[in-house]
Nanobody, 124 residues
Framework: QVQLVESGGGSVEAGGSLRLSCAAS????????AAWFRQAPGNQREGVAL???????NYADSVKGRFTISHDNVKNTLYLQMNSLKPEDTAMYYC??????????????????WGQGTQVTVSS
């Protein structure tokens, strides 16, 4: 049974940085598509970043140039480095895996496994 555990969320001031981690069990990031999503209160869940087994990435326009998704195949962990944070980045952040390909973007087939979420709060 695949399990995902996120960590690294917290409260920061605008302009600050955080690194989110998603530790996976019974799953390898060497293949398939992995992603970070976020959901703010009252908003729909939105895709933030995608990465495939070869390390190819895709980002939402709102985070391009500020966020970086990566994975460590030895530690079996997915990361999201978030720099130059803005108040509008405030949300619950979720990692997701269990989709074969990333090329269809955030609107492709649903991800099968999700973490429990980690809260990110950015103050102005």
């Amino acid at each position: 049974q695949v399990q995902l555990v996120e960590s690294g969320g917290g409260s920061v001031e605008a302009g600050g940085s955080l690194r989110l981690s998603c530790a996976a069990s019974d799953y390898t990031f060497r293949k398939g598509c992995a992603a970070w999503f976020r959901q703010a209160p009252g908003n729909q869940r939105e895709g933030v970043a995608l990465i495939d087994g070869d390390g190819r990435t895709n980002y939402a326009d709102s985070v391009k140039g500020r966020f970086t998704i990566s994975h460590d195949n030895v530690k079996n962990t997915l990361y999201l480095q978030m720099n130059s944070l803005k108040p509008e980045d405030t949300a619950m952040y979720y990692c997701a895996v269990g989709r074969a390909y990333c090329y269809m973007g955030f609107g492709g087939p649903p991800f099968r496994y999700w973490g429990q979420g980690t809260q990110v709060t950015v103050s102005s």
